[in-house]
Each structure stands twice: as C-alpha cells, then as structure tokens.
C-alpha cells in the first residue's frame, strides 16, 4: 500500500492557487476544497483558519522567497538602503510576475477595493519591517516622540509607495512590464532624493556653529 503524502502549508497554498486559476473564484466551502485534493477538512484548519489567510499567506509567501534570493547573492549585504530597496523591488515584481494570473485574481476579485487589499495584510508586515531593517538615514531631533513619528511616517510611505507600484504593475501593459521597471527606479531614486539628509544635516550644523559664535562673541 502506498503511504500517503504528508500535506503541509505549502501544499494547501499550491492546491488553492491552482483552483482559483483553473476556476476564476474560491473554492465555495474548505469541505469542498479538501475533497477535490483528497485530504481530510480538518487538516486545513492546522495550517489557516480561513481561504483569507491562505491569500495573504501566499503574498507572504512572495515576500520571503524575493528576501531568500536577495540573501543568496555575496554582494547584497555589502549595497547602501537604496541599493538593496532597489533590488528588493525588482525581484519581487520578478515573483509577482511569475504569478501575475493569481495576483490579479487575488487583487481584483472583490468590487470592494478595501477587501481586495486584506490578502496583503502579512506582506505589509513583513515589508515595514524589512524598511525598518534597512537603517534608511533621517534627521535626528532627538526628541523621541517626533523621531518616533518620523520613523513610522517613513514605513507607512515606504508601503504606500510598493502598493502604487503594484498597481501599475497590474495596469502596465508594455513589453516585458518595461515601464514598470523604470517607474521603479525612478520612484524609488526620487524617495531617496527626498530623504537625502546630508544637505540638512549641513545646514543644521552651519547654523549650531553661527549660533556658537555669535554666542561667544557677545
């Protein structure tokens, strides 16, 4: 007899892309779902509590396997913030692309745009935290609450700015999604431009030292 194959997470994941690209909708109920695959419900609750969490695992799931293949490479460690941003975009929008039929689907599904954006919600997760981890260069007030402010305003626009691109991704329709990977490298080096903290940092420092010495001159 043969043994039968242990499902796991990713199992679930490849059985319900595949569904919902051959029938352009969920499964109508997981009972359903596990039975056109052949395992038992309850197996499906030990991995996701709803086809919800699938979704946004799924998107999660392309998060982390653009970071594992950032992470292969010998020099990524060694790139500046915009350097590794950079190539964060373009090899997710690599995986994107490998999946377009299921990212459209997934993001188009519902008339209720708000409801189309929860499978995102793991990704968001994961992506501030990746900006966080980036140490992105901002003027420090050393007042906490507003360093504090600045820092989260840096995240929120940070993943604004990715779900912009992603919709024009979705609405591109040049030769090998071209304007997508200019619209990148632009948006991506007019952030940078904006950021750029060593002009103020100058300012700043010129201005201490004019206060400085006027100070000691009167």
């Known amino acids: 007899m043969a043994k039968k194959k242990i499902l796991t997470k990713e199992h679930i994941i490849d059985f319900y892309m595949d569904y919902v690209l051959e029938h352009n909708q969920q499964p109508k109920t997981v009972y359903a779902f596990a039975k056109v695959n052949n395992f038992e419900e309850s197996k499906f609750y030990e991995f996701f509590a709803s086809f919800q969490a699938v979704e946004s695992e799924i998107f999660k799931a392309f998060f982390d396997n653009t970071i594992g293949l950032l992470l292969q490479s010998d020099t990524y460690d060694t790139f500046d913030p915009k350097s590794k941003l950079l190539s964060f975009y373009f090899t997710f929008f690599e995986n994107l692309t490998a999946n377009r039929s299921y990212v459209m689907f997934a993001l188009t599904q519902h008339q209720n ?3 189309n954006l929860k499978c995102l919600i793991k990704l968001r997760q994961a992506f501030i935290n990746y900006i966080q981890n980036l140490n992105i260069e901002v ?9 504090k402010f600045q820092e989260k305003g840096l ?9 912009v691109t992603i919709k024009f991704w979705m609405e591109d329709d040049s030769k090998g999604f071209e304007k997508t990977d200019i619209f990148i490298e632009k948006s991506i080096n007019t952030s940078f431009e904006f950021l750029d903290v060593a002009p103020l940092k100058s300012l700043l420092d010129l201005g201490k030292f004019l206060f400085k010495e006027k100070m000691q001159m009167q």
Do not use: G, N, P
């Not at 995240?155 to 779900?163: K, N, P, R």
């Open 113 to 115: 745009k708000l409801k």
């Open 139 to 147: 003027i420090e007030t050393k007042q906490q609450h507003i360093d």
């Open 155 to 163: 995240q929120e626009s940070a993943w604004v700015q990715l779900l």
